[in-house]
């Protein structure tokens, strides 16, 4: 039986498997973190600008989007360390 490549799609990250390699898209990732950085940018300029006349809400907001960035950028890192984790064991296995 011939080797039929597939795919599969976690959410919005694309995993494929071809015959000579198998990989992993991190673009998604990437794009999202830097679209969450450029709307926490706009909000602090946001800030900037009205100085004295912010709001409580306008700080939440910030607030909110600082958090998700933290958030996929820490699931990013997590991501990344248990691919090399498991890269490894598999190496040492294969002596």
Known sequence: M???PS???????????EES?????FNVLIDQIEELTGMAKSKIAGIR????AMSIAD????QMAMN?????SEMSTSL????????GAMARNVK
């Open 2 to 4: 011939a080797y039929q």
């Open 21 to 25: 390699k198998q990989g992993v898209d």
């Open 49 to 52: 600008e009205k100085r004295s």
């Open 68 to 72: 998700k960035l933290s958030q996929m």
């Open 7 to 17: 795919s599969w799609d976690a959410g919005n990250m694309q995993i494929g498997w």
């Open 59 to 62: 700080m939440f907001d910030l």
């Open 80 to 87: 990344i360390s248990a691919l090399n984790t498991s890269i």
